[in-house]
């Protein structure tokens, strides 16, 4: 089946500082790929995503390329601030059954100033 | 505005009911859904609907039951028979549930069991 890996967290850093949240998967055929940052006590909202390999999603400062060879979609940003604060959850669509999104464990991060 | 709601935003029960959480969208999406996350973990799916009148279980379907009468409601419930119901409940939508779509995601409902 399906899954995906993420770097546990907490990842501490400091203002300005660069973000590297590594995120791999398993699947069939050819996912779409998703990060989603997770604010205290709110709901998911999407960040980025790619489609197809070799895609960049990027929002906000933050890149992610869909590396089909490494089967890997990390998420960077070169200058974090301490509003980046969150939860952050990598995830795919496969061609399962109800194209159900299938998430990491999450990575928080926390910018101090 | 469109978008996702879910109420209420926090919801206490005691052992033995039943409840009700309510998510609505305006989005005109056909594909709905229910994840649970616990403290520290990821999202797990409980249940998903693409279409008005159709649904089906997810990983953890087991205690939960939906109903999809409408294309803009998708309530869950949460029965007696989940063994641990302490969670945060979060509802989504997508536009027909294709690999590229993206879910949107509601505030969320957080259960505590007394």
């Known amino acids: 089946g399906n899954s995906v890996t993420q770097m546990e967290g907490p990842v501490t850093l400091s203002e300005e500082a660069f973000l590297t949240i590594n995120c791999t998967y398993t699947?069939?055929?050819?996912?779409?790929l998703f990060w989603y940052v997770q604010y205290p006590g709110e709901g998911l909202q999407l960040l980025l995503k790619?489609?197809?390999?070799?895609d960049k999603g990027s929002n906000k400062g933050f890149e992610a390329t869909y590396r089909k060879e490494t089967t890997s979609f990390h998420l960077e940003k070169g200058s974090v601030q301490v509003s980046d604060s969150a939860v952050y959850f990598c995830?795919?669509?496969?061609?399962?059954?109800?194209?159900?999104?299938?998430f990491g464990g999450g990575t928080r991060v926390l910018v101090k100033p | 505005d469109g978008g996702i709601t879910q109420s209420p935003k926090y919801l206490f029960r005691k052992e033995g009911q039943n409840v009700t959480l309510s998510c609505e969208q305006n989005?005109?999406?056909?594909?709905m859904y229910w994840y649970r996350q616990d403290p520290g973990q990821g999202l797990r799916l409980i249940y998903y609907?693409?279409?008005?009148?159709?649904?089906q279980k997810g990983d953890i379907a087991e205690g939960y039951s939906v109903s999809r009468e409408k294309k803009e409601s998708f309530p869950l419930t949460v029965t007696s028979a989940q063994k641990n119901p302490t969670a945060f409940y979060l509802c989504?939508?997508?536009?027909?549930?294709?690999?590229?779509?993206?879910?949107?995601f509601g505030p969320g409902t957080r259960l505590t069991v007394l």
């Open positions: 790619a489609t197809k390999a070799d």
């Open positions: 995830a795919l669509v496969g061609k399962a059954a109800g194209n159900k999104l299938t």
């Open positions: 989005l005109n999406h056909d594909a």
């Open positions: 609907s693409q279409i008005v009148n159709d649904f």
């Open positions: 989504a939508s997508s536009i027909s549930g294709g690999t590229t779509d993206t879910q949107y």
């Open positions: 699947a069939t055929g050819y996912p779409s």
